[in-house]
């Protein structure tokens, strides 16, 4: 594979992390585990993969993202102001009152969000009536999502999972941001989802796992789910949650906390 | 009044309380225990506490299987998936079959700010009060929301218990009666009552106290924290006394507590009346503070309403 977009797309999304990082610690609140852990699947989908152009940002034939895990709306917001929907300056409005940039995406007040998301378990579903239309409109587009492995926990997921497969949506990627924590711990122990690809492969769905902080693999598992068989394609990331900032690695206590400034120092400083 | 805990704390408190008393005593989440404060229970009785994960519907279900078999349950997660995501669950599952389910639902309103509209139940009053069998409490500060808690493990049958997540003001002492269906007076006055619930009594109380000093106009206060079965008795006493009603909560000015007194008042003693709460509108992100304000609904935004309820009472 190319190297050089490899390290670009690597500077990239290093880059979105230290947006995330000073753009919750601007807030005062909000989420950077769950931002940091997909950070590399979004940079990889929103500097490489997807057909957008921000100038048309409606433009019927684009693919579409949707972040169900609407808490890792940092990360989307990082993303399309690096891809040129949106002065980068604004980011530092998150979660302020009068900001597009609400808390949880809101599609009505920010271009290039696709779908309102916040109350988790239901990007799928918005989701798989995007791939239909496309399907009966003769389009050519791929719908993408991303899922968090506590999210799955919501019984409508796997009521969208049965209809994606029934409807034989292989025009559906979803990445499944599998760092093994949510809120209240490790979900295994909360309440496993496990054993994740037994679950979607009997779901009817093509499944591939991959390491999540690894673009060739993600560039790589991503060519494969056009094979077009039929079926749609969940891409099981194995994840770090707070990927790259070595004092929220693995902690459940970043799930929802922001960092004081002297933390966003130190997270940028590692995230150089 | 310098004391401040916020409802959603006081609920943590007091189950764990209830716990030590009563071992019928049951907790179900969804994910949210350090947010609800139902973390407090499962670390004093594990065995009694159960995670259900995101899956708000199913935990709907499981309490309501707990109920039937003799246990007294506490559901807990935000207002919003308590009454929205799980509508049908409380529904059919615990309001019809009139089981003895207490749905405890933290940061509802619009004071949850930051996470946005998404996040913020201003419509959770309206969904809960129209179902049958249900009792609705929102408690205005920590002591009452023990109160409302304790009283939920009394009443025999589904009870909804709204709870905020800014610390709040505490209203009421040591000594004070918690009667469901019972509202309180909390000021005296005899030109207008402001009838609120939730934070809203402080707000109101605020008001009142400038309406006093700036305009001379004398405010009593009701304390509404129940929403039903509603104290209608004790409206149409403060609509005869006063001759005026302004309505204060963070909620829907459709559907909430405006609307059951509008209800009430319009069918046995109608006088000039005016709802203050959120416009049809959905929320959105900022700072709680700054979100009452630009909504309409702080202690200066009731004060206006009052003056204007005023100018219409004969
Ligand atoms: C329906 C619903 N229930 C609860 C929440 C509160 N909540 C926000 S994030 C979260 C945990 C999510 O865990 P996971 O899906 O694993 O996300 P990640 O680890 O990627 O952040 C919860 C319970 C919510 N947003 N929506
Ligand atoms: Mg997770």
């Known amino acids: 594979m190319d190297r050089e977009l490899i390290a670009n797309l690597e500077e990239k999304a290093k880059k979105i992390r230290r947006h995330i990082v000073r753009m919750i610690g601007e807030a005062g609140s909000g989420h950077p585990g769950g931002s940091l852990s997909s950070a590399d699947i979004v940079t990889a989908l929103y500097f490489n993969e997807m057909r957008i152009d921000p100038q048309f940002p409606q433009w019927p034939g684009r693919d579409r993202f949707v972040l169900s895990k609407g808490h890792a709306a940092p990360l989307l917001y990082a993303a399309l102001a690096e891809r040129g929907y949106f002065p980068a300056d604004d980011l530092m409005t998150l979660r302020k009152m009068g900001s597009p940039l609400q808390g949880h995406p809101a599609m009505q007040k920010l271009q290039g969000v696709e779908m309102s998301t916040g109350s988790l378990g239901q990007g799928l579903s918005a989701a798989n009536g995007m791939a239909l239309a496309g399907k009966l409109n003769n389009m050519d587009y791929h719908v993408y999502v991303l899922l968090g492995d506590g999210e799955i926990q919501e019984g409508q997921v796997w009521e969208a999972a049965m209809a994606a497969s029934h409807y034989k949506l292989d025009n559906v990627t979803v990445f499944l941001d599998h760092n093994k924590l949510q809120i209240d711990g490790f979900t295994r122990k909360v309440m496993s989802p496990e054993p994740l690809e037994e679950k979607w492969t009997s779901f009817g769905w093509n499944v591939q796992v991959i390491d999540g902080h690894n673009i060739e693999q993600i560039l790589r598992a991503l060519k494969q789910s056009y094979a077009g068989n039929g079926k749609p394609n969940i891409i099981i990331a194995e994840t770090v949650k707070g990927k790259g900032v070595s004092f929220m690695e693995g902690e459940v206590d970043w799930h929802g906390s922001a960092p004081k400034p002297d933390q966003v120092e130190k997270a940028l400083q590692e995230l150089a | ?314």
């Open chain 2, 1 to 314: 009044m310098a004391d401040k805990i916020s409802t959603r704390e006081a609920y943590g408190k007091a189950l764990v309380e209830l716990g030590k008393e009563n071992k019928d005593v049951v907790v179900l989440d969804a994910d949210l225990s350090k947010s609800t404060k139902t973390v407090n229970f499962s670390r004093e009785f594990p065995e009694r506490f159960f995670d259900m994960g995101i899956a708000e519907q199913n935990m709907m279900g499981t309490a309501a299987g707990l109920a039937a078999a003799g246990k007294i349950p506490f559901a807990s997660t935000f207002a919003v998936f308590a009454t929205g995501r799980t509508y049908d669950q409380v529904r059919n599952s615990i309001a019809y079959p009139a089981l003895n389910v207490a749905v405890a639902a933290s940061h509802a309103g619009i004071t949850v700010g930051e996470d946005g509209a998404s996040h913020q139940a201003l419509e959770d009053i309206a969904l809960m009060r129209v179902l049958p069998n249900m009792t609705v409490f929102v408690p205005a500060d920590g002591p009452q929301t023990e109160a409302a808690v304790r009283a939920a493990v009394e009443i025999n049958g589904p009870v909804y218990i709204r709870l905020g997540r800014p610390k709040i003001p505490v209203l009421y002492g040591d000594n004070f009666e918690f009667i469901p269906g019972k509202a309180v007076k909390a000021r005296e006055g005899k030109d207008v009552t402001i009838i609120a619930c939730g934070l809203m009594v402080s707000y109101a109380l605020e008001a009142a106290d400038q309406l006093e000093k700036e305009e001379g106009v004398s405010a009593a206060v009701l304390d509404m924290h129940t929403i039903k079965p509603l104290d209608a008795a004790s409206i149409v006493e403060a609509a005869r006394e006063t001759g005026a009603v302004v309505t204060a909560e963070e909620h829907s000015i459709i559907g909430g507590l405006g609307s059951a007194v509008a209800e009430t008042l319009g069918e046995t003693l109608p006088v000039p009346m005016m709802r203050v709460g959120m416009p049809d509108l959905f929320g959105e992100s900022g700072k709680p503070d700054e979100l009452i304000e630009n909504y309409g609904m702080s202690a200066s935004n009731i004060n206006a309403v009052v003056k204007e309820v005023l100018t219409r009472k004969k």
